[in-house]
Structures are given as structure tokens and as C-alpha cells.
């Protein structure tokens, strides 16, 4: 690591970050911030961190905050990322709530860092894959990010080829999204299941929700430990007494809240501590 990228100019747009989102770039991946803000540098007409720093601290300039907030995220998603664990839930997540809640023939879902909506489009194929078994059901989707590009783009529902080849097979790309002159666009109907929010995850949903299940998976790595062990105590809130939720492939909630334990064998699962061990889901 240079000096520069130790520079005062670095730390305060590190900072930046952090403080919108919670997101950190440790010293060690600060080398990066000029390439990827290499958009913004281009439309500004500006050149290096020192000269960004001098213009965000100019009169008038407010809005360029949010740029470089939005342009330093991370959103890489694609379809059915991780399929494993789209697979848990079809093998045993879903089963277990179809069971557990057919009664109230409802489920309450909440996808949060959904990023341009790859991750709730899955699950909500996931539930069109199995139409006859939800017949009857309301599965409501709320699919949330901090970024409102990102939301913008999930609204949209429009991707690029690269895009739909990214976890779908022919057959899933011919039957969910129609080819249109600016790209796949989604069928309408399958859009309709997700209710996107711009949102920051750090900040408590509506204090009455419950969720059945959450999916919050690849958004917190870049957290440094206390905040997520926050970001575990408000999903936590938000849960259902016998909610799941589900994190990324290599993520745990393990040692950063004692509100959340990991459901044995499975890959990133974990449900509310407290739950009988006969009630808690062991797979
Ligand atoms: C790497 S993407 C993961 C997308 C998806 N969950 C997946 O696994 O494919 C991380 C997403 O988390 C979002 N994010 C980061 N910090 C956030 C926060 N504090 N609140 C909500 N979303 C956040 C980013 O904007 C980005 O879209």
C-alpha cells in the first residue's frame, strides 16, 4: 500500500461509505477507490481523491456525495447465486413454513440487499416453479437496498444477455422473460410478487412486520463486527419466532449475536435462539 492510499483524501471517502451504509474499505482495498469511481472522475472532470474531496466539500455539490456512495457499492448478484442454497429452500425451508403456515396461507418474505433483484426473481421462480403447491397462498416479497440505482434497475426489470445467462437456463429465460429491443424484460406477473424499497438495513423496518423467512446474503461481509452484529439484532427483530434466514455461502451469524444460531448442516441458515430445540429445524 502506498502512502496515498493512506491519505487523508482516501480515509474521508472510506468514511463516506461507511457512514451512508455501514460498508468499510479497509486500508488494504483503498487502492481501488480511483478505479471504481472512475465514472464519476470522467463526468466531473476531475482526476484524482484529492481534487474529489475538494469538490465535495464545495457549496452546491450535495448530490455528488451520493454518487460516489452509489458508485463504491457493491452489487454484484446474479440469478440463482449460490443455487445450494436456493435448493435448501426448496428441499426444506419452504416445506417446513407450507406446513407451519397453512392456516394462515401467508408467507412474509424479506430479500435484504437484493441489489438489481436477481435474488427475489429467483425466489419468486422458485415459487412459480412449485404453482400448484401455493395455490391459494399470498407470498409477499419485499426486496430491499440502500442503493436506489440498483432499485431502480430491479423495478425496471429489464437485463441485459449477459445478465439473464447468469444462473438461468434457456428454458428459464424463455418462459419468465420476454426479449424486447432494451433487453429481457421480465414477465410482468413475476414482477408483480416483489415489492422493491430503497432501504437501509441498519435503520428497523416497521417494528410489526414478521417475516417467515429473510434472505440477506454477500451484504454484510464488508461490515466490521459491531455493526453486524447490529445489522444481526434487527433482522432478528423482524423475524417470525420460527423464521429462517438465510446468509451467503461463506457467512455466519456465529459469535456475533447470541439471538441467532446457525441450523446444523446447512449452508448458512439460522433461525431465532430460543426456538425448542424440537421446534428448531434441524436438516
Ligand atoms: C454484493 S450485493 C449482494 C446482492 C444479493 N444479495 C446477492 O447475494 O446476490 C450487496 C448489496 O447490498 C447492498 N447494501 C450494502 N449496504 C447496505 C445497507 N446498509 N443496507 C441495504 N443494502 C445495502 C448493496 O447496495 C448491494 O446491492
Redesign the pocket.
Known amino acids: 500500500m502506498s502512502a496515498q492510499e493512506d491519505s487523508i483524501s482516501y480515509r474521508i471517502i472510506a468514511d463516506l461509505l461507511e457512514a451512508r451504509?455501514?460498508?468499510q474499505i479497509d486500508r488494504g482495498r483503498r487502492w481501488r477507490i480511483p478505479t471504481t469511481l472512475a465514472t464519476v472522475f470522467r463526468k466531473r472532470g476531475i482526476s484524482n481523491v484529492d481534487q474529489l474531496v475538494c469538490l465535495l466539500a464545495s457549496p452546491g455539490e450535495e448530490r455528488l456525495a451520493d454518487e460516489v456512495v452509489e458508485a463504491l457499492?457493491?452489487?454484484?448478484?446474479?440469478f440463482f447465486?449460490d443455487r445450494a442454497m436456493f435448493d435448501q429452500l426448496d428441499d426444506h425451508v419452504l416445506p417446513t413454513l407450507r406446513e407451519k403456515r397453512a392456516m394462515r396461507k401467508r408467507l412474509n418474505i424479506w430479500?435484504?440487499?437484493?441489489?438489481?433483484g436477481?435474488?427475489p426473481l429467483s425466489l419468486a421462480m422458485l415459487f412459480r416453479s412449485q404453482k400448484a403447491l401455493w395455490d391459494g397462498w399470498t407470498i409477499d416479497i419485499v426486496a430491499?437496498?440502500?442503493?436506489s440505482k440498483?432499485i431502480a434497475t430491479a423495478r425496471r426489470g429489464i437485463y441485459s444477455q449477459f445478465e439473464v445467462q447468469r444462473g438461468l437456463s434457456v428454458t428459464q429465460m424463455l418462459t419468465h422473460f420476454e426479449e424486447t429491443p432494451e433487453g429481457w424484460k421480465v414477465d410482468p406477473a413475476l414482477r408483480a410478487m416483489i415489492r422493491y424499497r430503497e432501504?437501509?438495513?441498519?435503520e428497523m423496518m416497521d417494528p410489526d412486520q414478521r417475516f417467515d423467512l429473510v434472505?440477506?446474503?454477500?451484504?454484510l461481509l464488508y461490515f466490521d463486527r459491531p455493526t453486524r452484529s447490529r445489522a444481526f439484532d434487527i433482522i432478528h427483530k423482524t423475524m417470525a419466532d420460527d423464521g429462517w434466514l438465510m446468509l451467503?455461502a461463506g457467512e455466519t451469524a456465529s459469535s456475533l449475536t447470541s439471538r441467532l444460531a446457525h441450523v446444523p448442516n446447512t449452508i448458512g441458515l439460522h433461525q431465532p435462539v430460543g426456538l425448542m430445540p424440537a421446534k428448531r429445524q434441524a436438516i
Open positions: 451504509t455501514g460498508q457499492l457493491n452489487n454484484e448478484t446474479y447465486r430479500c435484504a440487499g437484493c441489489s438489481t436477481q435474488e430491499t437496498d440502500i442503493s440498483a432501504r437501509n438495513l441498519l434472505l440477506c446474503r454477500n451484504v451467503g
